[in-house]
């Protein structure tokens, strides 16, 4: 079995993204009838079904959405080849030096909501600055993406990893830590033991459908010992890191988030870590990508900037 063309590849990426043979033949500059045939050539060569078509829409199946994601990842290794070469004829013709690493290409990168805007923003911005050919697409939220379904490139995930199909690089490890305000531990005084957060107002984070209810926290000095676990409540809880935080800083609750994200917070005395002798759950930041088998070097040379970055 084999691909005939690129068109074969680049028509399959378009029925997934457009939803229909109309919108693909209309991005690939050619009519329906010559989309559709296309399309049933491929499937018959490969003999299994790419798409489930109806009157107006598309849908890919599995084998479909397996393939588009291979097409996806192959086209972009290609597109950036050939813009290697060009750089290449420029250089050799007295164009740019040498030794310039040139990267072109669209990089969709996924990441949770307060860690972007309190850390990865700058740094994404200072790589895009460095590499004008490059494009990014930001996705921002505190919901779980599947990497693969989802055609991201880069996810950045705190926490253990539990899917296999994934190729993980850990940039930085850390924990969580229960911080609040000067403001709210002056109103409402400071606990000096997990087991008094029954009373205080605890912001918790919901994931998904599910609700953190337990806190875990071993003693900073015996970290192999079994943790201590505290059930908390309290009248705020939110999807977003983001907003967890600033109700922090505003002094509406105490509140247990990685120490990457309120790094500034407690550099700053805006927030103050509170019974600093008990920490968190480890929060290992992770950039996890689909696959090692097809990785541009764009994807490579951002996954590098992030680590250093995150390492100063």
């Excluded at 199909?165 to 997990?194: I, T, W």
Aim: hydrophobic fraction near 40%; include cysteine.
């Amino acid at each position: 079995m084999e691909i005939e063309n690129t068109a074969e590849l680049r028509l399959l990426i378009e029925c997934a993204r457009g939803g229909s043979l109309t919108a693909a033949s209309r991005e690939l500059g050619i009519t329906p009838a010559a989309a559709s045939a296309m399309l049933k050539k491929l499937e018959a060569r490969l003999g299994v079904r790419l798409a489930e078509r109806s009157t107006r829409a598309l849908r890919l199946t599995e084998a479909g959405e397996r393939l588009r994601d291979y097409a996806q990842r192959a086209l972009e290794l290609l597109d950036e080849g050939l813009a290697v070469m060009s750089e290449h004829e420029g250089e050799a013709s007295g164009g740019k030096s040498r030794g310039a690493e040139v990267l072109r290409g669209r990089i969709r990168v996924s990441a949770s909501s307060d860690l972007t805007r309190r850390i990865v923003l700058p740094l994404l911005d200072g790589f895009l600055d460095r590499h004008p050919g490059v494009e990014l697409q930001l996705n921002v939220g505190d919901a779980l993406q599947d990497v693969v379904r989802d055609e991201v490139d880069l996810a950045l995930r705190y926490g253990e990893l539990a899917d296999s199909r994934l190729v993980a690089r850990k940039l930085y490890d850390g924990r969580r830590l229960l911080v609040a305000s000067p403001e709210y531990l002056r109103r409402h005084g400071r606990p000096a033991h997990p087991g008094e957060l029954a009373h205080h107002d605890c912001i918790r984070f919901k994931i998904g459908d599910r609700l953190e209810r337990v806190w875990r926290f071993w003693r900073r000095d015996a970290l192999q010992s079994p943790p201590l676990d505290v059930t908390v409540a309290g009248r705020r809880t939110a999807d977003d890191g983001g907003i967890a935080h600033q109700w922090a800083l505003e002094g509406r609750g105490l509140t247990y988030k990685s120490e990457l994200d309120i790094r500034d917070s407690l550099a700053s005395g805006a927030l103050v870590e509170v019974m600093p002798e008990w920490v968190g759950r480890p929060m290992p930041l992770h950039a996890l990508l689909p696959s090692q088998r097809f990785l541009p070097r764009r994807l490579q040379a951002l996954v590098d900037h992030l680590a250093e970055g995150l390492r100063r």
